[in-house]
């Protein structure tokens, strides 16, 4: 009964090695839902060249993007994966959303602003319009979910006000997504700079936990994340290095925060930062593992890539067709 159950969409950049934050933020959850939705994810290529990319790294990292995607537990056969790029209506319907989609709304999109004070020498138009393409991918496939980290909660509610906009202006054509968002993990942060959220494009490859990290280079980090003076476990939001580190290891091993708190109740940060380090790494080893294997049959991914696009490919036309009837576009039957 495919029809009848609500659609997900969901993509990541392959702009970078993924952090334990797109995997708590966003992938770890991805899994849960695939049995109630029909879910669909890509793998947003065309987003990544808003900053520029090594066009070889940027090919290897949309392939090990998907692997990934089916190494955290994602079964390509009740999932439609897929690479944004190879499906040319993501590019097209974002052509017509701009137009409906403000200057002062984008303006406004924080994402935007902190991109473009770290690429000062390249703030291009893609970056500024980055939000509608995102609009179009979630649009596209008419979404009710998109499970996401905080950080791009924002370009959510602009999709909606953007479905909305369309959907007054002409008559109902696009189903109004909602943001889902885990309760624990939707924002992990830098273990270098606890105030700013872990990205794969950070300079200090320190501040990340990347997926395919070494058991000994996981541990060596937690070991030197950033904490404070007070050698107390106790999660407190005003003390975001330990409250990071407190949140990881929650979504590691299902313990809440008062159990931790019990648990190293007068013990120091050295034991607590290595069982972090340590739930971590044990929690990354199958995927890692997976990932190994599944990298070793290229052609088998390829294949994924192939028929996710197929049927991306077709749900994404039935809506691009209907909103260009609605828009006006001029329409012969071939
Ligand atoms: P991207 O590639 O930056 O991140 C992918 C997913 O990981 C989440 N995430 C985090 N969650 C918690 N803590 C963190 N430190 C953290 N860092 C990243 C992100 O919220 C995201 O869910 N614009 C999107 C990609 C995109 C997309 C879409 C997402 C393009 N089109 C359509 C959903 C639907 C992005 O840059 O994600």
Not at 8 to 37: C, H, K
Not at 38 to 67: F, G, K, M, S
Not at 200 to 226: C, E, H, M
């Amino acid at each position: 009964m495919e029809q009848q159950k609500k659609t997900i969409l969901s993509g990541v950049q392959p702009s970078g090695q993924l952090t334990i934050g797109n995997y708590l933020g966003a992938l770890r959850n991805w899994d849960m839902l695939q049995d109630e939705y029909d879910c669909l994810y890509c793998v947003v290529d065309l987003h990544a060249i808003t900053v520029r990319q090594n066009p070889a790294e940027l090919r290897r990292r949309t392939l090990e993007t998907l692997a990934i995607y089916i190494a955290c537990g994602l079964d390509p056969q009740k999932n439609t994966l897929f690479v944004q790029s190879h499906v040319p209506a993501h590019a097209e319907l974002s052509w017509v959303l701009g137009c409906y989609t403000m200057f002062g709304e984008l303006s406004r999109m924080t994402q935007f602003k902190d991109k473009s004070l770290k690429n000062a020498q390249n703030v291009n138009a893609g970056l500024f319009t980055y939000p509608v393409l995102m609009a179009a991918d979630i649009l596209l496939y008419q979404a009710d979910l998109v499970p996401v980290g905080i950080d791009q909660k924002q370009h959510i509610e602009l999709a909606r006000d953007i479905a909305e906009r369309f959907n007054a202006a002409y008559s109902p054509t696009f189903t109004v997504p909602e943001p889902y968002m885990p309760k624990a993990g939707a924002k992990i942060m830098s273990l270098s700079e606890p105030e700013k959220k872990m990205s794969k494009s950070d300079d200090n490859p320190g501040a990340a936990i990347y997926l395919n990290d070494s058991r000994d280079d996981i541990i060596r980090k937690f070991k030197r994340a950033v904490t404070d003076s007070e050698m107390l476990i106790k999660y407190d939001t005003d003390r975001m290095g330990i409250a990071n580190l407190m949140n990881i290891y929650s979504c590691f091993t299902g313990k809440d925060h008062s159990e931790i708190e019990r648990e190293f109740d007068g013990k120091g940060y050295a034991e607590f930062k290595l069982a972090v380090g340590e739930a971590c790494a044990d929690g990354l080893k199958p995927i890692q593992e997976k990932f190994a294997m599944l990298l070793e049959n290229k052609d088998e991914l390829e294949k994924i890539m192939i028929s996710g696009a197929e049927r991306a490919n077709y749900l994404a036309r039935k809506t691009l067709s209907k909103v260009y009837r609605k828009v006006g576009f001029y329409q012969v039957k071939s």
